[in-house]
């Protein structure tokens, strides 16, 4: 049986070590960001924190978190009335108003304000505009506050390399979330590519994809761990992406990355290609129906349709032409910067013919330079392509009218060139039979459903479930599906307008194998023993690969948010994987803690057993929040999958003999190499380890896994069975040996000592077990941390004596509080220190029978136009004329 001898595993930590850990988030090497201390303290926007690059022992490359006080650094403001921001460190000028924005900010907002792809909200005034400005398509910085980046690239046939040149072009998007880049790729006139790479600004492959062989125009992918370096270099559109194919006549494209904001926008697209063989020509069309009105608005990036010669010449008169069946249908005739062949125009006024081709892929748009000799590249429109799923969690609290039944709807849609929509939905959890099911619109009234297509008949009332397809999808319903506006709706016996309600969105890709094309595992508070009744539903996909690891994701919908406690006002979840049964205790794993909707990731060492439950339809997944700790909702899991241990047991370490290399400087260079013992082994090496002979250790992409020799007595001797029965653990973290049956807390480079975990050694296997500590239920209001480093929480207890320093107290005297290195008596309050910061005078704490408190003084609502914040002043005050304040006192923080 393959155990994890050294694999620590607990929920919030299966990341590499080459990164830096504050405050519960995660950092890249050379990250850099200022620290949340939590309430109430906040964000201390004058320390900058940053993750450098250390060497820790066996020459291991880990984080290290410095800060610094940032404030000594910040400029001298040239007026004579600086201002203090909100949420900065540094006084600005700001013509009297703290809100007002700098210069920069205004002209970057104009340079939007003409087209209606940026705009929220139409303006009639600009639907019959053309434009054709660079200016628009500019890398514009998304604000830090956002946690997506979407950029795109064209792929063309290379130029001057040694590769002949190709005839494909290749339409690649690009989402950066914090150091995950994903990627969609469709590509035409070209095999299927072999490897995608990604070169720096020097020209250096920084990342290799390798595609796999399936019979698809698209290629999916997930470049994690983005170093900080490229994470700017992307930024700044110094990255370049390209795809070789490995078999017949090997072809190369290649493009620049580059940021776009019409991305944002686009619901159909388009690539370009030429007729012509290997003329390293092609662009892509990015397009969007107008809100209320049917304008199509499209921008067109080029590559290679202009000649060198033609770049003599400022500008090169070039034709557009929207067609069906090569009939013209509209006609542009516009210039183009030779050396900027970018372009944009809104077709206004689409008939209900163009319409209905367009939602049918049917039109084509082209380009062509007029002249003596016209190049010409074309292509048909089609609803926007992405490796994303559409998906929707269909949930009670988000019905027209909320409530909190318990039950869940899940459904998962794929959209086809020719505008045919395909749909699997099940429902479960609901108390009264469904009615109706239907997709809709977002009612203008509550009272007032827009209902665009009904699923009931698909639906099998047994099995919960509807499968079709919607084959008559309008080209707005298409727009509308693809900006997340569509919605679809569960009416039941009880709840004639809707039991269950959900919003129809894109679920970005992730690079894990669970297989988003089977419909996932509906969760539901009435699966949860005994049931819930709330307000929340979600889904999972969850799946076992070859190597026996578990891939899983899961989205929840629904929460409300007032009845989470938690300070960000987001889902706090815990979610988990066990078995069914009264013993689930036994055999249930956390996957992991999480805020947002989502959860997602890959669990390695899974015991025999859950694998077992797995395979057989009795496991579940569960999450649970505060509020439920014991469950929110869950789901039973049925993944059939063949690691049983007789499979694994049966191999023999001959046969792997030869197999793998044993240079060890060539070990070192390779990634997936395991170091363990002082010795560097090969990835799917196997040997004995030096501490006990009844182990085999073979390596798993890092990872070293032991292997516990079960023979029959008659093949060993007797001083072998005894030294087999008195195994001892070893516990990489801490790199010690452990007797059988001992418990301790585990030691993990470089968080140090995990008290909210416990590890024992199973002296029968070796095997190191650790779980989280699982906390007492308290039934008392306002639970206590005692010491910081406690795990769990306690109820203030009047007769029970705090044990502190000997120094300054006894035990049967008056509690005292403990804060950083100095002891408190109860009453006693202070203002607490920050190392860099020094004192916070505007925190006050306070002794509290031994439970040290903290609050933020109170400010008040401020509602004049000019605010400021004087130096050492903890409020902001009304700046000018004090009779235009209004104080409103907030509430006092509980």
């Given at each position: 049986?393959?155990?994890?001898?050294?694999?620590?595993?607990?929920?919030?930590?299966?990341?590499?070590?080459?990164?830096?850990?504050?405050?519960?988030?995660?950092?890249?090497?050379?990250?850099?960001?200022?620290?949340?201390?939590?309430?109430?303290?906040?964000?201390?926007?004058?320390?900058?924190?940053?993750?450098?690059?250390?060497?820790?022992?066996?020459?291991?490359?880990?984080?290290?978190?410095?800060?610094?006080?940032?404030?000594?650094?910040?400029?001298?403001?040239?007026?004579?009335?600086?201002?203090?921001?909100?949420?900065?460190?540094?006084?600005?000028?700001?013509?009297?108003?703290?809100?007002?924005?700098?210069?920069?900010?205004?002209?970057?907002?104009?340079?939007?304000?003409?087209?209606?792809?940026?705009?929220?909200?139409?303006?009639?005034?600009?639907?019959?505009?053309?434009?054709?400005?660079?200016?628009?398509?500019?890398?514009?910085?998304?604000?830090?506050?956002?946690?997506?980046?979407?950029?795109?690239?064209?792929?063309?046939?290379?130029?001057?390399?040694?590769?002949?040149?190709?005839?494909?072009?290749?339409?690649?998007?690009?989402?950066?979330?914090?150091?995950?880049?994903?990627?969609?790729?469709?590509?035409?006139?070209?095999?299927?590519?072999?490897?995608?790479?990604?070169?720096?600004?020097?020209?250096?492959?920084?990342?290799?994809?390798?595609?796999?062989?399936?019979?698809?125009?698209?290629?999916?992918?997930?470049?994690?761990?983005?170093?900080?370096?490229?994470?700017?270099?992307?930024?700044?559109?110094?990255?370049?992406?390209?795809?070789?194919?490995?078999?017949?006549?090997?072809?190369?494209?290649?493009?620049?990355?580059?940021?776009?904001?019409?991305?944002?926008?686009?619901?159909?697209?388009?690539?370009?290609?030429?007729?012509?063989?290997?003329?390293?020509?092609?662009?892509?069309?990015?397009?969007?129906?107008?809100?209320?009105?049917?304008?199509?608005?499209?921008?067109?990036?080029?590559?290679?349709?202009?000649?060198?010669?033609?770049?003599?010449?400022?500008?090169?008169?070039?034709?557009?032409?929207?067609?069906?069946?090569?009939?013209?249908?509209?006609?542009?005739?516009?210039?183009?910067?030779?050396?900027?062949?970018?372009?944009?125009?809104?077709?206004?006024?689409?008939?209900?013919?163009?319409?209905?081709?367009?939602?049918?892929?049917?039109?084509?748009?082209?380009?062509?330079?007029?002249?003596?000799?016209?190049?010409?590249?074309?292509?048909?429109?089609?609803?926007?392509?992405?490796?994303?799923?559409?998906?929707?969690?269909?949930?009670?609290?988000?019905?027209?009218?909320?409530?909190?039944?318990?039950?869940?709807?899940?459904?998962?849609?794929?959209?086809?060139?020719?505008?045919?929509?395909?749909?699997?939905?099940?429902?479960?959890?609901?108390?009264?039979?469904?009615?109706?099911?239907?997709?809709?619109?977002?009612?203008?009234?509550?009272?007032?459903?827009?209902?665009?297509?009904?699923?009931?008949?698909?639906?099998?009332?047994?099995?919960?479930?509807?499968?079709?397809?919607?084959?008559?999808?309008?080209?707005?319903?298409?727009?509308?599906?693809?900006?997340?506006?569509?919605?679809?709706?569960?009416?039941?016996?009880?709840?004639?307008?809707?039991?269950?309600?959900?919003?129809?969105?894109?679920?970005?890709?992730?690079?894990?194998?669970?297989?988003?094309?089977?419909?996932?595992?509906?969760?539901?508070?009435?699966?949860?023993?005994?049931?819930?009744?709330?307000?929340?539903?979600?889904?999972?996909?969850?799946?076992?690969?070859?190597?026996?690891?578990?891939?899983?994701?899961?989205?929840?919908?629904g929460l409300n948010k007032a009845d989470d406690l938690t300070v960000s006002a987001h889902l706090h979840g815990f979610a988990e994987i066990g078995e069914l049964g009264e013993s689930s205790t036994n055999h249930k794993r956390l996957l992991t803690g999480f805020y947002g909707?989502?959860?997602?990731?890959?669990?390695?060492?899974?015991?025999?057993?859950?694998?077992?439950?797995?395979?057989?339809?009795?496991?579940?997944?569960?999450?649970?929040?505060?509020?439920?700790?014991?469950?929110?909702?869950?789901?039973?899991?049925?993944?059939?999958?063949?690691?049983?241990?007789?499979?694994?047991?049966?191999?023999?370490?001959?046969?792997?003999?030869?197999?793998?290399?044993?240079?060890?400087?060539?070990?070192?260079?390779?990634?997936?190499?395991?170091?363990?013992?002082?010795?560097?082994?090969?990835?799917?090496?196997?040997?004995?380890?030096?501490?006990?002979?009844?182990?085999?250790?073979?390596?798993?992409?890092?990872?070293?896994?032991?292997?516990?020799?079960?023979?029959?007595?008659?093949?060993?001797?007797?001083?072998?069975?005894?030294?087999?029965?008195?195994?001892?653990?070893?516990?990489?973290?801490?790199?010690?040996?452990?007797?059988?049956?001992?418990?301790?807390?585990?030691?993990?480079?470089?968080?140090?000592?995990?008290?909210?975990?416990?590890?024992?050694?199973?002296?029968?296997?070796?095997?190191?077990?650790?779980?989280?500590?699982?906390?007492?239920?308290?039934?008392?209001?306002?639970?206590?941390?005692?010491?910081?480093?406690?795990?769990?929480?306690?109820?203030?207890?009047?007769?029970?004596?705090?044990?502190?320093?000997?120094?300054?107290?006894?035990?049967?005297?008056?509690?005292?509080?403990?804060?950083?290195?100095?002891?408190?008596?109860?009453?006693?309050?202070?203002?607490?220190?920050?190392?860099?910061?020094?004192?916070?005078?505007?925190?006050?704490?306070?002794?509290?029978?031994?439970?040290?408190?903290?609050?933020?003084?109170?400010?008040?609502?401020?509602?004049?136009?000019?605010?400021?914040?004087?130096?050492?002043?903890?409020?902001?005050?009304?700046?000018?004329?004090?009779?235009?304040?209004?104080?409103?006192?907030?509430?006092?923080?509980?």
């Amino acid at each position: 049986m393959l155990q994890a001898t050294h694999q620590f595993y607990m929920y919030m930590w299966t990341l590499p070590t080459a990164r830096c850990s504050f405050g519960g988030r995660f950092y890249s090497l050379e990250d850099t960001w200022h620290p949340d201390l939590g309430e109430p303290f906040g964000v201390m926007h004058c320390v900058q924190c940053y993750c450098e690059t250390q060497r820790g022992r066996k020459s291991k490359v880990l984080g290290k978190v410095s800060c610094k006080n940032v404030k000594r650094d910040c400029p001298e403001p040239s007026c004579d009335d600086p201002v203090l921001l909100p949420g900065q460190c540094c006084k600005t000028c700001s013509k009297g108003n703290p809100y007002y924005p700098p210069p920069h900010t205004k002209q970057a907002e104009a340079v939007f304000d003409g087209f209606e792809y940026f705009q929220e909200k139409e303006k009639e005034d600009d639907l019959h505009k053309s434009y054709n400005d660079r200016s628009y398509l500019s890398s514009e910085d998304i604000s830090s506050g956002e946690s997506r980046t979407d950029f795109v690239a064209v792929l063309t046939g290379v130029t001057g390399s040694w590769l002949p040149s190709s005839s494909g072009v290749a339409r690649a998007r690009f989402s950066l979330t914090r150091t995950s880049l994903t990627f969609s790729i469709t590509y035409q006139r070209i095999g299927r590519p072999s490897r995608v790479a990604f070169l720096d600004s020097d020209g250096n492959t920084a990342f290799e994809y390798k595609t796999p062989k399936r019979d698809s125009d698209m290629i999916c992918g997930v470049w994690k761990n983005l170093p900080q370096s490229h994470v700017r270099q992307l930024q700044a559109e110094q990255l370049r992406v390209t795809m070789t194919t490995a078999t017949g006549r090997r072809e190369q494209i290649e493009g620049k990355i580059i940021k776009h904001r019409a991305l944002f926008a686009e619901t159909f697209s388009s690539t370009l290609t030429s007729e012509k063989e290997h003329s390293g020509m092609g662009g892509i069309a990015m397009l969007t129906l107008s809100d209320t009105e049917n304008n199509l608005h499209f921008i067109l990036i080029l590559q290679g349709l202009i000649q060198h010669r033609q770049r003599d010449s400022p500008l090169v008169p070039i034709r557009v032409r929207l067609q069906y069946s090569q009939h013209v249908l509209r006609e542009i005739h516009a210039n183009v910067t030779a050396y900027d062949p970018d372009f944009a125009e809104v077709l206004t006024d689409l008939n209900s013919r163009e319409l209905f081709w367009l939602s049918r892929g049917q039109l084509v748009i082209a380009v062509e330079t007029e002249g003596p000799d016209p190049r010409h590249i074309s292509g048909f429109i089609t609803g926007r392509k992405s490796c994303d799923t559409i998906q929707s969690v269909m949930s009670s609290g988000d019905a027209l009218t909320p409530g909190k039944t318990g039950g869940v709807g899940s459904a998962f849609f794929h959209l086809h060139d020719n505008g045919t929509l395909d749909y699997q939905v099940q429902i479960a959890g609901l108390s009264s039979e469904v009615v109706g099911l239907t997709i809709e619109l977002k009612p203008r009234r509550r009272s007032k459903r827009s209902v665009l297509y009904d699923l009931a008949p698909e639906f099998d009332r047994p099995s919960g479930r509807a499968t079709g397809s919607w084959s008559r999808l309008e080209a707005r319903h298409i727009h509308m599906l693809l900006q997340n506006e569509l919605f679809i709706n569960v009416a039941t016996a009880h709840s004639q307008e809707g039991e269950l309600r959900g919003q129809i969105r894109g679920l970005l890709y992730s690079g894990l194998e669970a297989p988003r094309h089977e419909i996932p595992i509906p969760l539901a508070g009435q699966f949860v023993a005994p049931p819930v009744l709330t307000s929340a539903g979600g889904h999972a996909w969850v799946s076992v690969d070859e190597r026996c690891h578990l891939h899983y994701e899961i989205v929840v919908a629904g929460l409300n948010k007032a009845d989470d406690l938690t300070v960000s006002a987001h889902l706090h979840g815990f979610a988990e994987i066990g078995e069914l049964g009264e013993s689930s205790t036994n055999h249930k794993r956390l996957l992991t803690g999480f805020y947002g909707s989502q959860a997602q990731g890959v669990l390695k060492d899974i015991s025999v057993e859950l694998l077992r439950h797995l395979d057989r339809g009795t496991a579940f997944i569960q999450v649970s929040t505060k509020v439920n700790t014991r469950g929110e909702i869950r789901g039973r899991v049925h993944v059939p999958n063949n690691c049983e241990f007789g499979t694994r047991g049966e191999v023999e370490v001959a046969e792997f003999d030869g197999l793998f290399v044993h240079d060890p400087e060539e070990l070192k260079k390779d990634p997936h190499t395991c170091f363990f013992e002082s010795q560097h082994h090969a990835h799917g090496s196997l040997w004995t380890p030096n501490y006990n002979n009844c182990f085999t250790c073979s390596c798993q992409e890092a990872l070293v896994l032991s292997l516990y020799i079960t023979l029959h007595p008659l093949h060993l001797s007797v001083p072998s069975v005894s030294l087999c029965q008195q195994i001892r653990c070893y516990f990489e973290g801490d790199q010690k040996m452990h007797a059988p049956g001992s418990t301790w807390h585990p030691f993990v480079p470089p968080f140090g000592y995990i008290k909210c975990a416990l590890c024992t050694c199973k002296g029968a296997t070796g095997e190191v077990h650790c779980e989280k500590v699982t906390c007492p239920a308290l039934t008392c209001s306002r639970p206590v941390r005692r010491s910081p480093s406690d795990c769990c929480k306690e109820c203030p207890e009047e007769d029970k004596p705090l044990l502190v320093h000997a120094d300054m107290m006894q035990a049967d005297g008056t509690r005292h509080c403990k804060f950083g290195k100095n002891f408190y008596q109860n009453s006693d309050n202070w203002h607490p220190r920050v190392p860099l910061m020094g004192e916070m005078k505007c925190i006050t704490c306070w002794c509290d029978h031994g439970v040290t408190k903290c609050q933020r003084k109170q400010c008040p609502v401020l509602t004049c136009s000019n605010i400021t914040r004087r130096e050492g002043m903890c409020c902001p005050e009304c700046q000018g004329d004090k009779h235009t304040q209004t104080y409103t006192l907030l509430p006092h923080a509980p």
